[in-house]
Protein backbone atom coordinates (compact mmCIF):
# COMPACT_ATOMS: atom_id res chain seq x y z
CA UNK A 1 0.00 0.00 0.00
CA UNK A 2 1.68 3.27 -0.94
CA UNK A 3 1.54 6.85 0.19
CA UNK A 4 -2.09 8.03 -1.45
CA UNK A 5 -3.69 4.85 -0.17
CA UNK A 6 -2.50 4.69 3.55
CA UNK A 7 -3.65 8.49 3.35
CA UNK A 8 -7.18 7.83 2.33
CA UNK A 9 -7.45 4.60 4.75
CA UNK A 10 -6.70 6.97 7.53
CA UNK A 11 -8.44 10.09 7.08
CA UNK A 12 -11.43 8.99 4.90
CA UNK A 13 -12.32 6.07 6.92
CA UNK A 14 -11.45 2.24 7.18
CA UNK A 15 -14.74 1.16 6.30
CA UNK A 16 -15.01 3.39 3.06
CA UNK A 17 -11.79 1.84 1.97
CA UNK A 18 -12.75 -1.00 -0.89
CA UNK A 19 -11.67 -1.72 -4.58
CA UNK A 20 -13.77 0.85 -5.88
CA UNK A 21 -12.01 3.53 -3.99
CA UNK A 22 -8.73 2.36 -4.25
CA UNK A 23 -8.99 2.78 -8.10
CA UNK A 24 -10.23 6.10 -7.17
CA UNK A 25 -6.93 7.12 -5.33
CA UNK A 26 -4.55 5.64 -8.09
CA UNK A 27 -6.77 8.02 -10.64
CA UNK A 28 -6.12 10.99 -7.86
CA UNK A 29 -2.51 10.22 -7.95
CA UNK A 30 -2.42 9.86 -11.70
CA UNK A 31 -4.20 13.10 -11.93
CA UNK A 32 -1.94 15.00 -9.40
CA UNK A 33 1.23 13.45 -11.09
CA UNK A 34 -0.45 15.18 -14.66
CA UNK A 35 -0.86 18.22 -12.90
CA UNK A 36 2.74 18.72 -11.41
CA UNK A 37 4.37 18.37 -14.56
CA UNK A 38 1.85 20.72 -16.47
CA UNK A 39 3.07 23.36 -13.56
CA UNK A 40 6.70 22.28 -14.05
CA UNK A 41 6.08 22.75 -17.53
CA UNK A 42 4.69 26.19 -17.35
CA UNK A 43 7.38 27.35 -14.33
CA UNK A 44 10.30 26.63 -17.21
CA UNK A 45 8.66 28.12 -20.01
CA UNK A 46 7.75 31.64 -18.64
CA UNK A 47 11.21 31.60 -17.35
CA UNK A 48 12.86 30.76 -20.82
CA UNK A 49 10.52 33.29 -22.29
CA UNK A 50 11.70 36.21 -20.14
CA UNK A 51 15.16 35.45 -20.68
CA UNK A 52 16.77 37.92 -23.05
CA UNK A 53 16.81 36.19 -26.69
CA UNK A 54 19.53 38.20 -28.24
CA UNK A 55 19.10 38.38 -32.49
CA UNK A 56 22.00 37.77 -34.57
CA UNK A 57 24.82 35.73 -33.29
CA UNK A 58 26.84 35.84 -30.23
CA UNK A 59 30.95 36.00 -30.63
CA UNK A 60 32.19 34.77 -27.11
CA UNK A 61 34.76 35.54 -24.80
CA UNK A 62 36.42 37.96 -26.71
CA UNK A 63 40.16 39.22 -25.33
CA UNK A 64 40.55 43.19 -25.77
CA UNK A 65 42.93 45.52 -24.51
CA UNK A 66 43.07 49.54 -24.51
CA UNK A 67 45.10 52.07 -22.85
CA UNK A 68 45.52 55.32 -22.78
CA UNK A 69 48.01 57.84 -21.50
CA UNK A 70 46.69 61.00 -19.09
CA UNK A 71 47.59 63.96 -21.21
CA UNK A 72 45.33 67.15 -20.82
CA UNK A 73 42.22 65.01 -18.93
CA UNK A 74 41.46 63.62 -15.63
CA UNK A 75 42.52 60.37 -14.92
CA UNK A 76 39.05 59.19 -14.40
CA UNK A 77 38.83 59.80 -18.33
CA UNK A 78 41.98 58.66 -19.09
CA UNK A 79 40.14 55.24 -17.53
CA UNK A 80 37.13 55.90 -19.58
CA UNK A 81 38.98 55.89 -22.90
CA UNK A 82 41.28 52.86 -21.83
CA UNK A 83 38.14 50.72 -21.53
CA UNK A 84 36.14 52.79 -24.63
CA UNK A 85 39.41 51.69 -26.84
CA UNK A 86 39.00 48.18 -25.59
CA UNK A 87 35.84 47.80 -26.08
CA UNK A 88 35.81 49.25 -29.64
CA UNK A 89 38.67 46.72 -29.90
CA UNK A 90 36.53 43.77 -29.26
CA UNK A 91 33.77 44.73 -31.66
CA UNK A 92 36.61 45.34 -34.00
CA UNK A 93 36.91 40.92 -34.15
CA UNK A 94 33.62 40.34 -33.87
CA UNK A 95 32.36 42.49 -36.69
CA UNK A 96 35.06 42.74 -38.84
CA UNK A 97 34.75 46.58 -38.45
CA UNK A 98 38.11 49.13 -38.79
CA UNK A 99 38.80 51.39 -35.75
CA UNK A 100 41.11 54.33 -36.31
CA UNK A 101 43.23 54.61 -33.84
CA UNK A 102 47.15 54.60 -33.06
CA UNK A 103 49.11 52.82 -30.63
CA UNK A 104 49.19 55.02 -28.02
CA UNK A 105 45.88 57.14 -26.94
CA UNK A 106 47.06 60.50 -25.73
CA UNK A 107 43.80 63.00 -25.97
CA UNK A 108 40.17 62.84 -26.59
CA UNK A 109 39.84 62.98 -30.49
CA UNK A 110 39.52 59.55 -30.92
CA UNK A 111 37.11 59.08 -28.25
CA UNK A 112 34.19 59.81 -30.74
CA UNK A 113 35.52 56.77 -33.32
CA UNK A 114 35.58 54.22 -29.94
CA UNK A 115 31.94 55.26 -29.80
CA UNK A 116 30.95 54.92 -33.25
CA UNK A 117 31.53 51.00 -32.85
CA UNK A 118 29.26 50.37 -30.38
CA UNK A 119 26.76 50.83 -33.64
CA UNK A 120 28.48 48.20 -35.48
CA UNK A 121 28.44 45.63 -32.54
CA UNK A 122 26.59 44.76 -29.04
CA UNK A 123 28.93 44.46 -26.28
CA UNK A 124 26.27 42.17 -23.91
CA UNK A 125 28.59 40.72 -21.49
CA UNK A 126 32.13 41.99 -20.33
CA UNK A 127 34.49 41.38 -18.00
CA UNK A 128 36.98 43.54 -16.74
CA UNK A 129 40.56 43.82 -15.79
CA UNK A 130 42.81 46.61 -15.04
CA UNK A 131 46.68 46.29 -15.46
CA UNK A 132 49.25 47.88 -13.85
CA UNK A 133 49.79 51.39 -14.42
CA UNK A 134 52.01 51.87 -17.17
CA UNK A 135 54.06 54.60 -19.12
CA UNK A 136 54.09 56.57 -22.08
CA UNK A 137 57.08 58.50 -23.29
CA UNK A 138 57.22 60.18 -26.88
CA UNK A 139 60.76 60.35 -27.02
CA UNK A 140 63.80 60.56 -24.31
CA UNK A 141 63.69 64.08 -24.51
CA UNK A 142 60.00 64.35 -22.80
CA UNK A 143 59.21 62.61 -19.63
CA UNK A 144 57.32 59.56 -19.17
CA UNK A 145 53.70 59.86 -18.33
CA UNK A 146 51.11 57.94 -16.52
CA UNK A 147 49.29 55.19 -18.78
CA UNK A 148 46.43 53.46 -17.84
CA UNK A 149 45.88 50.21 -19.55
CA UNK A 150 42.95 47.52 -19.04
CA UNK A 151 41.74 44.29 -20.31
CA UNK A 152 38.56 43.05 -21.28
CA UNK A 153 37.25 39.44 -21.59
CA UNK A 154 33.74 40.40 -23.62
CA UNK A 155 30.37 38.79 -25.53
CA UNK A 156 29.88 40.53 -28.54
CA UNK A 157 26.53 40.01 -30.29
CA UNK A 158 26.90 40.77 -34.40
CA UNK A 159 23.60 41.45 -35.94
CA UNK A 160 22.21 39.75 -38.69
CA UNK A 161 19.71 42.64 -40.79
CA UNK A 162 16.36 40.76 -41.23
CA UNK A 163 15.22 44.11 -42.89
CA UNK A 164 15.36 45.88 -46.19
CA UNK A 165 17.26 49.21 -45.91
CA UNK A 166 15.03 51.84 -44.04
CA UNK A 167 17.49 55.26 -45.09
CA UNK A 168 17.71 56.54 -41.84
CA UNK A 169 20.21 59.92 -41.97
CA UNK A 170 20.66 61.96 -38.83
CA UNK A 171 22.71 65.35 -37.63
CA UNK A 172 23.20 66.99 -34.78
CA UNK A 173 23.10 70.68 -34.72
CA UNK A 174 26.73 71.21 -34.19
CA UNK A 175 29.52 69.02 -33.37
CA UNK A 176 30.99 71.05 -29.94
CA UNK A 177 28.72 72.15 -27.69
CA UNK A 178 29.77 74.52 -24.71
CA UNK A 179 28.04 73.59 -21.31
CA UNK A 180 24.79 74.62 -21.20
CA UNK A 181 24.28 74.96 -24.46
CA UNK A 182 20.96 73.08 -26.67
CA UNK A 183 21.45 69.93 -28.61
CA UNK A 184 19.06 69.19 -31.84
CA UNK A 185 19.00 66.42 -33.82
CA UNK A 186 17.55 66.03 -37.80
CA UNK A 187 16.10 63.03 -38.77
CA UNK A 188 15.10 61.65 -42.26
CA UNK A 189 13.84 58.52 -43.29
CA UNK A 190 13.10 56.78 -46.84
CA UNK A 191 10.28 55.23 -45.81
CA UNK A 192 8.16 54.48 -42.84
CA UNK A 193 9.48 53.33 -39.12
CA UNK A 194 9.47 53.21 -35.58
CA UNK A 195 12.70 55.67 -34.22
CA UNK A 196 14.28 56.16 -31.55
CA UNK A 197 16.89 58.39 -29.62
CA UNK A 198 19.65 57.30 -27.16
CA UNK A 199 21.80 59.55 -25.41
CA UNK A 200 25.32 57.66 -24.26
CA UNK A 201 26.75 59.97 -21.85
CA UNK A 202 30.59 60.46 -20.25
CA UNK A 203 29.93 58.51 -17.11
CA UNK A 204 28.92 55.08 -18.95
CA UNK A 205 25.11 55.35 -19.03
CA UNK A 206 22.58 55.17 -21.81
CA UNK A 207 19.14 57.11 -21.38
CA UNK A 208 16.28 56.75 -23.93
CA UNK A 209 15.40 60.52 -24.49
CA UNK A 210 12.45 59.80 -27.42
CA UNK A 211 9.93 58.52 -27.40
CA UNK A 212 9.10 59.75 -23.81
CA UNK A 213 6.11 60.45 -20.88
CA UNK A 214 5.74 63.51 -23.34
CA UNK A 215 6.22 62.45 -26.52
CA UNK A 216 5.06 59.08 -27.25
CA UNK A 217 4.26 58.78 -30.97
CA UNK A 218 7.87 58.05 -32.32
CA UNK A 219 6.54 56.74 -36.15
CA UNK A 220 8.45 59.36 -38.96
CA UNK A 221 6.99 58.67 -42.76
CA UNK A 222 9.36 58.14 -45.70
CA UNK A 223 10.58 61.00 -47.02
CA UNK A 224 9.62 63.30 -43.62
CA UNK A 225 12.13 65.36 -41.80
CA UNK A 226 12.00 64.73 -37.99
CA UNK A 227 13.40 67.03 -35.59
CA UNK A 228 14.05 66.27 -31.81
CA UNK A 229 13.20 68.46 -29.34
CA UNK A 230 10.47 70.21 -31.28
CA UNK A 231 10.43 73.49 -31.10
CA UNK A 232 7.37 73.57 -29.19
CA UNK A 233 8.55 70.29 -27.05
CA UNK A 234 8.15 70.35 -23.17
CA UNK A 235 11.89 68.48 -23.25
CA UNK A 236 15.51 69.68 -23.91
CA UNK A 237 18.69 68.42 -24.54
CA UNK A 238 20.81 70.56 -22.57
CA UNK A 239 24.83 69.82 -22.91
CA UNK A 240 26.96 69.43 -19.77
CA UNK A 241 30.21 67.95 -18.81
CA UNK A 242 30.52 65.90 -15.82
CA UNK A 243 32.04 67.59 -13.03
CA UNK A 244 35.44 69.15 -12.84
CA UNK A 245 35.74 67.73 -16.60
CA UNK A 246 37.25 70.52 -18.89
CA UNK A 247 36.16 68.09 -22.12
CA UNK A 248 33.60 65.06 -22.43
CA UNK A 249 32.67 63.66 -25.53
CA UNK A 250 29.22 61.69 -25.96
CA UNK A 251 26.99 60.47 -28.56
CA UNK A 252 23.39 60.34 -29.54
CA UNK A 253 22.44 57.13 -30.85
CA UNK A 254 19.43 57.48 -33.60
CA UNK A 255 17.78 53.92 -34.52
CA UNK A 256 15.11 53.44 -37.04
CA UNK A 257 13.36 49.74 -36.35
CA UNK A 258 10.71 47.87 -38.89
CA UNK A 259 10.01 44.96 -36.90
CA UNK A 260 7.06 42.64 -38.02
CA UNK A 261 6.59 41.57 -34.52
CA UNK A 262 5.18 45.21 -33.58
CA UNK A 263 7.46 45.49 -31.19
CA UNK A 264 7.70 49.12 -29.53
CA UNK A 265 11.05 50.72 -27.72
CA UNK A 266 9.04 52.26 -24.60
CA UNK A 267 8.45 48.06 -23.99
CA UNK A 268 12.05 46.96 -24.30
CA UNK A 269 13.36 50.62 -22.70
CA UNK A 270 12.43 52.24 -19.73
CA UNK A 271 12.12 56.16 -19.73
CA UNK A 272 12.48 55.95 -16.15
CA UNK A 273 16.26 56.78 -16.01
CA UNK A 274 19.65 55.69 -17.18
CA UNK A 275 20.72 52.47 -18.01
CA UNK A 276 24.41 50.70 -17.55
CA UNK A 277 26.05 50.57 -21.14
CA UNK A 278 25.88 46.74 -21.12
CA UNK A 279 22.31 46.58 -19.76
CA UNK A 280 21.36 48.94 -22.58
CA UNK A 281 22.81 46.42 -25.59
CA UNK A 282 21.79 43.21 -23.62
CA UNK A 283 18.07 44.83 -24.55
CA UNK A 284 18.72 46.27 -28.04
CA UNK A 285 20.70 43.26 -29.14
CA UNK A 286 17.17 41.57 -28.69
CA UNK A 287 15.67 43.50 -31.57
CA UNK A 288 18.62 44.94 -33.89
CA UNK A 289 18.05 42.73 -36.41
CA UNK A 290 15.14 44.94 -37.48
CA UNK A 291 17.13 48.05 -37.26
CA UNK A 292 18.87 50.62 -38.43
CA UNK A 293 21.11 52.81 -36.32
CA UNK A 294 23.27 56.38 -36.83
CA UNK A 295 25.55 56.89 -34.07
CA UNK A 296 26.53 61.09 -33.60
CA UNK A 297 29.33 61.29 -31.59
CA UNK A 298 30.26 65.01 -30.07
CA UNK A 299 32.00 66.94 -27.72
CA UNK A 300 31.34 69.37 -24.58
CA UNK A 301 33.25 72.07 -23.57
CA UNK A 302 33.74 73.86 -20.44
CA UNK A 303 34.67 77.16 -20.78
CA UNK A 304 35.43 77.97 -17.47
CA UNK A 305 38.31 74.47 -17.03
CA UNK A 306 40.23 75.96 -20.97
Not at 218 to 229: A, D, L, Q, R, S
Request: proline share 6%; charged share 20%; net charge positive.
Amino acid sequence: MNFYEKWYKNFVGPYAFDAMTLKQVRYMKKQKNLWLSIIIFLYFFFFFMQAPAFAGKIIKNINAEGSCAIIGMSAEQSQMIALQRARAMAIEQAAGVKVTSGTIVTNMALTGEFIKTYAKGFIVKEKVEWLPLGQYQKDKSTPPIPEYRVKIVADVSVPDVKIRPIGITAKTNSPIYKNGEKAIVEIKSARTAQIAIFNITADDKVTMLFPNDYEKNNIIKGGETFIFPHPKSKIEIIVQTLPNHKRDTEALLVVAMDSPKNIEFNKVFTTSGPMGLTTFFQKYATIADYCEEVMLPYEVVDPQHE
